[in-house]
C-alpha cells in the first residue's frame, strides 16, 4: 500500500500518572508531542500500552480529549473504545467520538470466550453505531481466544467503515490469508514490533509500536526503508533493534517501556496494581540493552 490510511508507525502510547497514581495530562500531551518529534505518523491512546483496564471510561475520555487537543491535527488520534460488552462499547464510543478522534479501536472481547459468530456481531455492532474508522484489534495472547482470519474478513467485507486490524497474532499465515482476501483499502498493522518486518513483507501497512517510545527514529527508518523497497537496510536495523524489541517485553507490557523512558530522562510515572514496577535486575538489563542499542 502506497498512502496509508493512518501511516506505518503508529504508537501504543503509555498512560503517564504522578507521583499518587493519577492521570497526568500534562505528562500526556507533552509525550505526545515527543512521539510525534520522533516520527509517529499516529497515536493509539489507552490502548494495552496504555493500561486501558486499570483507566476507567470518565478518565478516559479526559486522556482522549487532552492528546486530541495537544496533537491538534497533526497526526491521526485513535482511540481504544472497545470493551468486552457490547453495549458498553457502543456506548461508550459514541462518546468518544464527539471527542473529534479520527477513529477507534477495538479488541476483541476478552474473558467472556465468545464464539467466532460472536465476534462477528460484537464488531459489526460497534461499527454500525459510530461514524469514524474502526480498527480490529487482535491479542490471542491477551484476550484467550483468536479472530480468525475468516472472521476478520467477514467483518471487514460487511462493515466499510472497518478499516483494518492490529495483528498481534505470530501466526503469518493468518496475516497472509487476511491480506489475500481483505478489501480494497483494508490494512493490517503488526501489534508486536519483532513482527513488523516479516509482516510488511507480506504487504502489511506497518505496526501499532511500543519501541517508539524510545527508539522511535532509527524504527520509522527502519519501517520507510521496507516500504520503499531498501529490504536490506531495513534488515540491517531490524536486527540491531531486536535486543531492545525483546529486553521491552521481558515481563508484562508496558512496565519495561515505562522505565526505558525513565532511563531517557522522560519519565511518565510508574505503572497501576496489579502490575509493578521493574525490578533491579530487570533494569540493570534493560540500561544494559539500551546502551547497547544505542539509545541510552
Known amino acids: 500500500m502506497t498512502d496509508p ?9 503509555v498512560t ?7 492521570l497526568d495530562l500534562p505528562r500526556a500531551q507533552e509525550l505526545a508531542h515527543k512521539l510525534l518529534s520522533e516520527g509517529s505518523d499516529g497515536i493509539i491512546v489507552c490502548g494495552t500500552t496504555g493500561e486501558s483496564p486499570t483507566v476507567f471510561y470518565d478518565r478516559k475520555l479526559d486522556l482522549f480529549r487532552a492528546i486530541v487537543e495537544a496533537v491538534d491535527g497533526r497526526v491521526p488520534v485513535i482511540a481504544n473504545a472497545g470493551d468486552n460488552c457490547t453495549d458498553d462499547s457502543v456506548e461508550f ?4 467520538v464527539e471527542l473529534g478522534v479520527d477513529a477507534i479501536m477495538a479488541v476483541v472481547p476478552y ?16 461499527a454500525n453505531s459510530v461514524d469514524v ?22 467483518v471487514a467485507h460487511d462493515c466499510p467503515n472497518v478499516v483494518g486490524v492490529k495483528q498481534a497474532n505470530p501466526d503469518l499465515s493468518e496475516t497472509t ?12 498493522w503488526s501489534g508486536d514490533d519483532e513482527l513488523t518486518l516479516p509482516m510488511m513483507s507480506l504487504g502489511g501497512t506497518g505496526v501499532i509500536s511500543v519501541i517508539s517510545h524510545v527508539a522511535g527514529t532509527r524504527f520509522k527508518e527502519m519501517i520507510d526503508s521496507q516500504a520503499a523497497g ?7 536495523i531490524h536486527l540491531e533493534l531486536m535486543p531492545l524489541m525483546k529486553t521491552l517485553f521481558m515481563t508484562s507490557n508496558p ?22 514496577p521493574a525490578d533491579t535486575e530487570q533494569t540493570a538489563e534493560l540500561t544494559r540493552v539500551m546502551k547497547g542499542v544505542g539509545v541510552l
Do not use: S, W
Not at 464510543?93 to 468518544?96: D, G, I, Q
Not at 474473558?111 to 460497534?126: D, W
Not at 474508522?133 to 467477514?154: A, H, K, Q, S
Not at 517501556?257 to 496494581?273: D, H, I, N, S
Open 133 to 154: 474508522p474502526v480498527i480490529l484489534y487482535n491479542i490471542p495472547g491477551r484476550c484467550v481466544i483468536n479472530m480468525e482470519p475468516t472472521t476478520i474478513l467477514r
Open 5 to 13: 490510511r493512518f501511516g506505518r508507525m503508529l504508537t501504543a502510547m
Open 16 to 22: 503517564p500518572f504522578d507521583a499518587e497514581g493519577a
Open 111 to 126: 474473558y467472556n470466550k465468545p464464539p467466532q459468530e460472536g465476534l462477528y456481531q460484537h464488531f459489526c455492532t460497534i
Open 230 to 236: 531498501n529490504h536490506t537496510h531495513a534488515l540491517r
Open 177 to 188: 490469508a487476511i491480506l489475500a482476501d481483505a478489501p480494497d483499502g483494508f490494512e493490517v
Open 255 to 276: 512496565i519495561m517501556v515505562k522505565k526505558a523512558l525513565e532511563l531517557q530522562g522522560f519519565p511518565v510515572g510508574g505503572v497501576r496494581l496489579p502490575l509493578v
Open 93 to 96: 464510543a459514541r462518546k468518544v
